[in-house]
């Protein structure tokens, strides 16, 4: 029996589905990083098997040494998949070709930065309000070339430093030209109601990173579980997001079981219930 045949016979999930006219016009995309240890040696296969379960999209990140661009970008377009967005470093200096780069291989216009480590960019209002004069240079760079520009939330962007909460600071404060990519995982984890942070960020937050657990800081934060088997309520964070949703996007920074079975139940949890959809 295949994978995906193994999860459909074994796999049931409880709680309501959303009605005809709530479900999710959003397309279920995945972050490559989850299979980061499976494609240093096997790319096209680990790829294949993916797309496989129903996947329509790849957020990636920086490829292993032994991997090139165009080999990828080849791969992915074989398997089917459109690149939709690329998690990167900060644009600043060299990396600023680097993204041009991998820009017009993967011919992706959406640039996202990671935001990790914490460092110290959002340590005060003073290194915040110098963050947002960054974050606006490098959008208009990147806006000449054809690019958008967005930003990654872990959690510690939902704590409270100097009296603001450094992502909703950002939100009021930034060029209306960057968009967001809310992680409703790491926003728990930082204390916030992920249904409330996605429906403050409306418009402007069209990615949703989608992981499932106990949303709690520390290493317990990192046992996490396919969608629908933590914590997070996906049916209110969807019905919150409303039409703003152009991708869901399962992550799982780690995983103690076999991450393929676990990205297949979260792409069946995600189309079955019409929170995502994906192929047919």
Known sequence: MTLLGMGAAALTFSGPNLTEKKK???????QL??????????????????????YVGVETYALPPNLTLANAAKIFKKCGLKVFSMHTELPVGKQQEDVLRMADAYQCDHVVYAG??????????????????????????????????GLHNHWWEFEKTDN??????????LSPNIFFEIDTYWA????????????DFGKRAPFLHIKDGLAIKGDKGYDQVPAGKGTMDFPSIVEAA??????MIVEFDEYKGDIFEGMNASAMFLTSKGLAKGKV
């Open 24 to 30: 999710s016009n959003a397309s279920l995309g995945f």
């Open 33 to 54: 990083y989850t299979v980061r240890h499976q494609v240093e040696t096997d790319l096209e296969g680990t790829i294949r098997k993916i797309a496989g379960m129903g």
């Open 116 to 149: 990790w480590p914490q460092g110290d960019k959002y340590k005060d209002l003073e290194a915040i309000q110098r963050t947002v004069h960054l974050y606006d240079e490098i959008a208009v760079y990147l806006k000449s070339k054809g690019l958008h520009f």
């Open 164 to 173: 603001v909460y450094p992502f909703y600071y950002l939100l009021r404060h």
């Open 188 to 199: 728990k984890t930082g204390g916030m109601n992920p249904s409330k942070v996605v429906a």
């Open 242 to 247: 409303g039409k703003n949703t152009k991708w």
